[in-house]
């Protein structure tokens, strides 16, 4: 059979002038391209997957095995289409409230619909178990557009409620502490907050009624520490709900510990 049989094939090269072969299709008006391939009839194969799973409705993500020629994030792809009448490029399916994103077909994040915009063009990626995406020339965690840090540790400094690490709907994470060097306790039915500051071992700074308190009593203490001689480039705590007069208020009267005032550069 002669290439020019292969339907939606058509044949390319590398920059060193190795074959390439690009497969594509066209459905419901729109041009979708399925991948490049080092073999003719792999791209062949691939075209002939893509049409069968638009026209065949009972094909769904769960019938993909991985002896197809098809990428399986393509084939989530044009499986939204046909069912949703919109493509989108990263492994998406829309449901009413909510999306799906697929990082394999046995691992599925489940996120608000309010965020399809943002993930539509941002793929996610995933190194062990932290997930990122780039976002201008940065690795950006998934987890920081919740307001959770980059040293926070699940079930101390955030949790999800229904125990699913994997649905990222806002109403399924709860922050627990937002501050560097913050934890929360109950203390005799009441919520307070511990500040703690590491310099060879964790210091106690002392406890607060609010948050706010705690991570501003974390900020006063490394002041403290710098001022003493500690040499170390300690992360500062922004807190955003609080105007500039409020927070010199608090910083003024939090109160520290005198372990911290004793601490001195050895």
């Given at each position: 059979m002669s290439k020019k049989n292969y339907i939606g094939v058509?044949?390319?090269?590398?920059?060193?002038?190795?074959?390439?072969y690009r497969a594509s299709i066209t459905y419901q008006g729109r041009h979708i391209s399925l991948g490049s391939f080092d073999d003719i009839k792999k791209a062949a194969t691939?075209?002939?997957?893509?049409?069968?799973?638009?026209?065949?409705?009972?094909?769904?993500?769960?019938?993909?095995?991985?002896?197809?020629?098809?990428?399986?994030e393509k084939c989530v792809s044009l499986i939204?289409?046909?069912?949703?009448?919109?493509?989108?490029?990263?492994?998406?399916?829309?449901?009413?409230k909510y999306f799906l994103y697929y990082l394999s077909p046995s691992q599925v994040l489940k996120f608000d619909?309010?965020?399809?915009?943002?993930?539509?063009?941002?793929?996610?990626?995933?190194?062990?178990?932290?997930?990122?995406?780039?976002?201008?020339?940065?690795?950006?965690?998934?987890?920081?557009?919740?307001?959770?840090?980059?040293?926070?540790?699940?079930?101390?400094d955030y949790r999800f409620a229904n125990e699913d690490?994997?649905?990222?709907?806002?109403?399924?994470?709860i922050i627990l502490n937002r501050y560097r060097g913050v934890r929360q306790f109950a203390e005799k039915g009441f919520l307070k907050y511990k500040a703690i500051i590491h310099i060879?071992?964790?210091?106690?700074?002392?406890?607060?009624?609010?948050?706010?308190?705690?991570?501003?009593?974390?900020?006063?203490?490394?002041?403290?520490?710098?001022?003493?001689?500690?040499?170390?480039?300690?992360?500062?705590?922004?807190?955003?709900?609080?105007s500039p007069s409020q927070y010199a208020d608090i910083y003024m009267k939090v109160k520290i510990a005198p372990s911290i005032y004793a601490l001195q550069s050895k």
């Open positions: 058509y044949s390319t090269a590398l920059k060193d002038g190795t074959p390439s691939a075209y002939k997957e893509a049409a069968a799973i638009l026209d065949n409705p009972s094909f769904s993500i769960d019938s993909y095995k991985k002896n197809k020629a098809l990428p399986f939204n289409f046909r069912d949703k009448g919109m493509y989108i490029a990263n492994p998406i399916y829309l449901e009413k619909i309010e965020d399809l915009f943002y993930y539509s063009s941002h793929k996610i990626m995933q190194r062990g178990s932290h997930l990122f995406v780039a976002d201008y020339g940065s690795q950006l965690s998934v987890l920081q557009r919740y307001g959770i840090k980059s040293y926070a540790v699940e079930g101390r690490p994997n649905d990222l709907r806002y109403e399924n994470i060879k071992s964790n210091y106690v700074v002392g406890k607060y009624n609010s948050e706010a308190e705690a991570a501003i009593a974390y900020n006063k203490a490394a002041d403290i520490l710098i001022k003493n001689g500690i040499k170390k480039n300690f992360q500062l705590n922004y807190v955003e709900d609080l």
